[in-house]
Structures are given as C-alpha cells and as structure tokens.
C-alpha cells in the first residue's frame, strides 16, 4: 500500500449529496486520517500483506444539514472503512475488502477524485 499517497473518496449510488469529497491519506507510521464529508476522522492502520486492520476511528462531532444526506453518508463511509480486512491496488484503483470478501470501499489510488463504490 503506498503509504504517502491521498485517496480520494465521492460517494457512488442514490442521492449523493452535492460538494461532498470523502479523503483518507494514508501515512507510513500507521496513521490514517482525512475528511468524512463533514466531520474529519483519524485512526491507526496496520497492514501484513494483504490484510489490514482499521484501529478504533475517531471522528469530530459537527453536525451538517446540508447538503441533505450528508450524514447519512458519512456514517456509511465510516463504517465501510472500519469494516475492511484485507486490502488490494488494481491498477490505479485500491480496493478495500470485508473479512467475507466484500467489496467495502473503492477508489482511484491517484490524487484525482473517482467514483467509488460505498457499500
């Protein structure tokens, strides 16, 4: 996993909220963080080959009411990313999988914005 490069997230799917960018930088001592839409998370990360692991995430506690859906979002943003197990670049695209396979998140390894799958 490149450990310097940012990952941006949009939402895919159903009524996306409008001007919401997702990002998590991954660092190399084991830290993540980034924007969730709203409110900005941290968490440590470990990885061992393909596998990773998502510490506790904690997040900022804003509330946004608009645009409409953003928590919503959010929320399952947060939960896709702390639910991955194992973890995949496919090309310029880094997959993030569940324990039972999964497709969690997904998204361009680039620094550009993509149209990822939450799911």
């Known amino acids: 996993m490149a450990s310097d490069r ?6 895919g799917g159903g009524q996306r909220p409008r001007r919401s960018v997702l990002t998590v930088a991954f ?4 830290e993540l963080a980034g924007s969730a839409g709203c409110n ?3 968490a440590s990360y470990s990885t061992s080959g393909r596998s990773i692991r998502i510490g506790q995430v904690v997040a900022t506690r804003k509330l946004c009411d608009e645009p409409r859906g953003l ?3 959010e929320s399952r943003f947060l939960q896709a990313l702390a639910s991955a197990d194992t ?3 496919n090309g310029d695209r880094l997959e993030l999988r569940t324990a039972t396979g999964a497709l969690a998140l997904t998204s361009s390894a680039t620094d550009t914005v993509a149209e990822p799958s939450i799911r």
Do not use: N, P, T, V
């Open 27 to 30: 660092a190399a001592d084991g």
């Open 40 to 42: 900005h998370f941290s």
């Open 71 to 73: 928590m919503k979002q």
């Open 6 to 11: 940012l990952q941006q997230w949009q939402a």
């Open 87 to 89: 973890w995949r670049l």
